[in-house]
């Protein structure tokens, strides 16, 4: 089974990050949450401290075959102002591993210069300034190759369904949502 990192900053979007986690470890996944502050504790957008399993420092992009990227825009802007982190993405991406990002996390994914020519999706807006390079489509979510891509809280529990059919298939999803009465939606 693939190995999962969420990775996360001061500011993250707490139900994008805590709906994934969740989803993943209700369906078997080995998902661990990776600060990249220098301490395991992390301070959701809305005041919600969430203490990680791990630090950034201390992992490698060959350690997880799936990164994962919550939004928020504190922790979208953290993220992108970190070099070290945009390179292991980069170099991440160039080991085809998955990296799926969801509201204004894509913008992280863009910064390392791993959406060129992609199709991709994010929170309304987050790409005013730069929209070149990729192919926006407005879709809850939306799959190019190895990068997957999400709109905002609301979707939350779609990106992260979807993140378990990429994982482990169609039938452990549909047991999920079946867990969640996700049907009566």
């Avoid at 989803?23 to 990776?34: C, E, F, K, Q």
């Avoid at 939306?142 to 378990?164: E, M, Q, Y």
């Amino acid at each position: 089974m693939k190995k999962v990192a969420l990775l996360m900053a001061d500011g993250f979007e707490e139900v994008e990050a805590l709906t994934v986690v969740d989803y993943l470890r209700r369906a078997d996944i080995s998902i661990d949450m990776v600060s990249i502050m220098d301490k395991l504790e992390v301070m959701g957008s809305h005041n919600i401290l969430v203490k990680a399993d791990k630090l950034f420092k201390d992992i490698k992009a060959e350690d997880y075959d799936v990164y994962v990227f919550p939004g928020g825009i504190g922790n979208a802007k953290i993220m992108r102002a970190d070099k070290t982190l945009l390179d292991f993405i980069k170099n991440a991406n160039d080991q085809d591993k998955n990296l799926y990002a969801i509201c204004a996390a894509p913008t992280i994914l863009y910064d390392a210069g791993v959406l060129e020519g992609r199709n991709i999706t994010s929170f309304p807006g987050v790409f005013r300034e730069r929209q070149s390079g990729f192919n926006y489509i407005e879709q809850n979510v939306v799959k190019d190759k190895n990068i997957l891509t999400s709109r905002g809280p609301a979707i939350a529990v779609h990106f992260a369904l979807a993140i378990i059919e990429e994982i482990a298939g169609f039938e452990k999803r549909k047991e999920i949502e079946k867990q969640l009465l996700f049907d009566l939606m």
